[in-house]
């Protein structure tokens, strides 16, 4: 029998893997009826225009799988045994209205999206994906991961993994013991560890043990939508809380509730870190008030200003704090992995509520992170990420203060992988998440993190987007939020501040020249730290940014053509910049080229300014 096969050059998997992908799928879907003859190798490589050896190699492990027949001097024909034991499978057309309308009555819960909006599958072929937890490739260990996995599937280990049992992998558990709690300031017992299939499990195994129609939890709002979702569920009273940049405001709002979930390290999905002060009284109001914290730290290493907090467990001594975490998803594609660290008695708890839902984790992925951890890598992959992550996020940061310094502000906060960018209020996020897209430019609305769904549209004035640096290399950052610059200018329809209909006339070389020399000029970034910046007589310029002043630079300015220029050694990419100045009072207002207003400061008096021009 004759059957069209298609094959995709541009496909990752060999053009032998498609081969034997497309027959697999016509044989399991009737397209090859069980019996049936063929096509001959012969004819089929003239026909995909392939090596008849690419051919042969597929249709010999077809055979050795058991879905082909190889009969002397007849040919190959469909196993007739190989659909044994499965019911009719068959493509079926989508289903018609009735029947989804039928379903939508059956159904007892419903409306629980997590999450609205999702990314394309396809997120990989833009150029500029700004999204926070997805992974490029080059980050995954895939040679350490393999050794670990074979390590894992040795002869004495194979017999370990495939035990049926609802206890973890011990080796797992003794290297998060010893290896990676002790980090966050956390000693444990064996028995107040549990294993889960990552955040998202362990917030549905805590919530449903922990809360129901009279339980009164607080979350951060915005706050995670799996939480939220699974608190849904269980029927909850949810008592959203708001967030300021420490965090969780801890005030009287929370006095009634019973339980208290945070995510200190790096707020989800603002990104901010929550203070030592705050932790502290975070756990004074939780023994006063007889309450239980669910702490989430999964990002709890990636500091890059600052050195990391302490768990909020680890100045726990009542065991109030229910500590849960993952293992990077970044590890190895598809792997779920995290652990909740609890009294033992929630975690018995917790382990039979697992064992009715999903079960524990696989075996085998437990311990192929174990022998990971063991090794060493874990250790060597984590400071790996942390110093990528680092120089992606800090070059993020430096291109939205460089490209949209009079546009945007972002939240202080010391690290993480994401920022929340607040952009101009007569701007649709909603438009500009859609046409970045068309342009190659992916980045995530934040509507769905907030507990009022039509928050944006009573806040009109707080349009938001996240932007974050896991899935993009760091020579794609700048270049994407220049595009992205260009974009937000054209869609926001504001009236930009030009020098055509700026009150004041620019200066002259020699009065810009008598105003700034010697002066010294105080701004702000996007991110919201302040920024001094002395311009010397000697035309040497030293700038200092941040609240204890701990980012640096030098450069040189100078007067050429009526305009002032600029040139940091590390700071706006090191390159030369002129501006037009407009002066009125004490503010200082820089125009470029095309005479659009880019950035304003503040001149601190000073014995060359005796004079005020405008």
Known sequence: M??????????????????????????????????????????????????????VLAFSQLVDEGYLLSRERSGLFVNTKILEGRIGYSVKPSEPKVERQRWQKK????????????FPDDWQNHPYPFIDGYFDASLYPVAQWQEASRLAFGALQTHQIAAESDADDPMLINEIRTKILPRRGISANRDEILITSGSHHAIYLLANLLSNKRTR???????????RSSLTLTRSIIQPQPIDEHGLIIDDRLNDCDLIFVTPSHQLPTAVTMPMERRKQLIEQARRLDQLIIEDDSECERNYLAAPQPAIRSLDDENRVIYLSSLPKALAP???LGFIVA????????RRLRRLMVGNPPKSNQRTAAFFISLGHYDAFMSRINKIFSQRWNALRDALNHYLPDSIKTIPNQGGTAFWVSCPAQLSVQDLVSEAAKSGILIEPVADYYSDPEYFQNHADEQCFRMGVTSLDESKIRPGVKKLAELI??????????????????????QIRAQLTGATLLTKTVYGAPCTIELKMNGEMVGCAGHADEEHDTGNWWIEDNRWFRQWEDWAYGEKLGFYVTVHENRISWFNQNGRIIDTAVIKQNASSKTQLV
């Open 2 to 55: 004759e059957f069209l096969i298609s094959l995709d050059p541009e496909s990752n998997l060999s053009l032998q893997h498609q081969i034997r992908q497309k027959l697999v799928e016509a044989i399991l879907s009737g397209a090859l009826p069980a019996g049936e003859r063929l096509v001959s190798s012969r004819k089929l490589c003239q026909q995909l225009k392939v090596s008849r050896n690419t051919v």
């Open 107 to 118: 159904i007892k819960i419903s409306g629980l999206d997590a999450q609205r909006f999702t």
């Open 217 to 227: 939890v607080a979350m951060e709002d915005p706050g995670s939508p799996a939480l």
């Open 334 to 336: 598809g792997l779920g």
């Open 343 to 350: 009294a033992p008695s929630l975690i018995k708890e917790a």
């Open 489 to 510: 200018r054209e869609l926001s329809g504001k009236q930009w501040l030009t020098l055509e209909n700026h009150p004041y006339k620019p200066l002259s070389g020699e």
